[in-house]
């Protein structure tokens, strides 16, 4: 045998280490065809499999993805259905047996995100009340939210997205504060201030939506900096778009948690697409959780229409960040049902969005088919994890929950003009803000009932 014969077989052989050594994922679902799990292993020796092909934390081994395509054309999501039911996988054999109560509560949520969002399209739509600001909508993606908050404790951190309802949902939120900031109602969590966008909870750790694109990788960074620095065990995720991802947050955030040793972890929520663009045009590599590998960051990649999947892969990597503080990252494969935000193409009564230019209607309809409710109602009751009727008293019980939180919000009161004074950094009897003349010297500081004279023009009233 030559050298060079030696030398291929060696490099072969090193890159197969490279492949498997060291931190991997728990992808387990059917994406791109590949149906087997792997034997469950500690979440250091783990490794993953797409299409059949090793997908190691060094070198991107990946085939298929949705990314790294210009040639991306509506549609082309398709060929990355997972199946109608969940794959037989590890994942799913574990999540089975855990008790009874936390399967149903993970069933309450996913239901509560989605009739809570849909009630408040309808009410958009239907033009009988005075909603504002944005609505985006996360429906498809329930499993995610529900998933990974089902592996958090109540003090660790989040932050999330513009699209951000299902997160806050999962991780506890009031539907009755939530319903009466999108009224602009005092009794809203920011007291009408933020809306849909800026919703934050920090007795729950919901550091706030955020309307910046990748804004929240790193403030779940430097809350994570904060949980080392103060020994508490806590972790922060941060909760963000495909394309957030290719921010410039998104891999300083896991360089400096990987150098410094933060409890960290990035999930991506992988819907194919940006406000209007395929993931396969702004991707560099097939999928966005490829990017860290190369500084040894565990990487998840799963279905994250299958709640069970998203639940083992947070798990581990929660597990693997709380004992080593340091960060990991999830990405899971899901769908979005609507428009980026807002409702075109959508109709009350209806579910999802049609006619929309850079998807096509087969597209949403046979996503829509894997819907991630659907999918964990036919595994509880072809596992016999739960009764017809257990999960239909469910389905009321949210129903006159969320219906109630919408009343709620009908009857809280309209912010005031002075409330504009409020949160604001002037402070004494005089509490008001200093206004500039067009030479730009400071005029003088104005009084209460001339910023209540001002507001008027800004302030809705009831």
């Known amino acids: 045998m030559s050298a060079k014969q030696?030398?291929?077989?060696?490099?072969?052989?090193?890159?197969?280490?490279l492949g498997t050594a060291g931190v991997s994922a728990a992808f387990v679902?059917?994406?791109?065809?590949?149906?087997?799990?792997?034997?469950?292993?500690?979440?250091?020796?783990?490794?993953?499999?797409?299409?059949?092909?090793?997908?190691?934390?060094?070198?991107?081994?990946?085939?298929e993805g949705p990314g790294q395509n210009l040639k991306w054309q509506p549609g082309d999501t398709v060929k990355f259905l997972p199946p109608e039911k969940f794959a037989d996988?590890?994942?799913?054999?574990?999540?089975?047996?855990?008790?009874?109560?936390?399967?149903?509560?993970?069933?309450?949520?996913m239901v509560a995100e989605r009739v809570w969002e849909d009630t408040g399209k309808d009410l958009f739509l239907g033009g009988k009340d005075k909603l504002y600001g944005y609505f985006h909508m996360y429906i498809g993606e329930e499993a995610i939210a529900a998933g990974a908050m089902g592996a958090l404790n109540k003090d660790d951190f989040i932050t999330s997205t513009h699209r951000g309802h299902g997160h806050i949902i999962a991780k506890g939120g009031d539907l009755n504060r939530m319903s009466a900031e999108i009224f602009a109602k005092q009794e809203g969590y920011c007291k009408g201030y933020g809306l849909s966008m800026h919703i934050v909870d920090m007795s729950?750790?919901?550091?706030?939506?955020?309307?910046?694109?990748?804004?929240g990788w790193w403030l779940a960074a430097g809350a994570a900096y904060s949980a080392k620095v103060r020994g508490t065990k806590q972790v922060a995720i941060c909760f963000?778009?495909?394309?957030?991802?290719?921010?410039?947050?998104?891999?300083?955030?896991?360089?400096?948690?990987?150098?410094?040793?933060?409890?960290?972890?990035?999930?991506?929520?992988?819907?194919?697409?940006?406000t209007s663009t395929g993931t396969g045009f702004v991707t560099a590599t097939k999928y966005q959780s490829e990017l860290p590998k190369g500084i040894g960051v565990p990487v998840f990649l799963v279905d994250g229409n299958d709640v069970s999947q998203v639940y083992d892969a947070t798990k581990q990597a929660v597990e693997y960040a709380r004992a080593?503080?340091?960060?990991?990252?999830?990405?899971?494969?899901?769908?979005?049902?609507?428009?980026?935000q807002g409702f075109a193409g959508a109709k009350a009564g209806q579910q999802g969005s049609f006619g929309l230019p850079y998807r096509t209607d087969d597209e949403v309809r046979q996503w829509m088919s894997r819907d991630p409710i659907v999918r964990y109602k036919a595994f509880l009751l072809d596992k016999q994890l739960a009764?017809?009727?257990?999960?239909?008293?469910?389905?009321?019980?949210?129903?006159?929950?969320?219906?109630?939180?919408?009343?709620?919000?009908?009857?809280?009161?309209?912010?005031?003009?002075?409330?504009?004074?409020?949160?604001?950094?002037?402070?004494?009897?005089?509490?008001?803000?200093?206004?500039?003349?067009?030479?730009g010297?400071?005029?003088?500081?104005?009084?209460?009932?001339?910023?209540?004279?001002?507001?008027?023009n800004y302030v809705v009233e009831a």
Do not use: C
């Open 441 to 456: 010297t400071s005029t003088a500081w104005r009084t209460p009932d001339y910023v209540r004279q001002l507001a008027k």
């Open 89 to 109: 996988t590890p994942a799913a054999a574990n999540f089975a047996k855990l008790p009874k109560d936390k399967l149903l509560g993970f069933y309450t949520t």
């Open 204 to 215: 729950l750790g919901i550091m706030g939506s955020n309307g910046i694109v990748g804004g």
């Open 29 to 63: 679902s059917a994406l791109g065809g590949a149906q087997q799990a792997q034997a469950q292993a500690p979440v250091v020796e783990q490794v993953a499999s797409v299409t059949g092909v090793k997908f190691g934390k060094s070198v991107p081994l990946a085939t």
């Open 387 to 439: 009764t017809a009727e257990e999960l239909a008293a469910i389905d009321k019980d949210v129903r006159a929950k969320v219906d109630a939180s919408w009343e709620f919000a009908r009857k809280g009161k309209v912010a005031t003009p002075e409330m504009g004074l409020q949160n604001v950094y002037a402070t004494g009897s005089v509490e008001a803000t200093q206004f500039f003349d067009r030479k």
């Open 324 to 340: 080593n503080s340091a960060p990991a990252v999830i990405e899971a494969m899901t769908w979005r049902w609507y428009d980026h």
């Open 6 to 17: 030696r030398f291929v077989m060696d490099r072969r052989a090193f890159l197969k280490v």
């Open 240 to 274: 963000a778009g495909d394309q957030a991802a290719s921010s410039r947050y998104f891999f300083n955030s896991i360089r400096n948690a990987q150098n410094f040793g933060w409890p960290y972890i990035a999930f991506i929520e992988n819907n194919f697409q940006g």
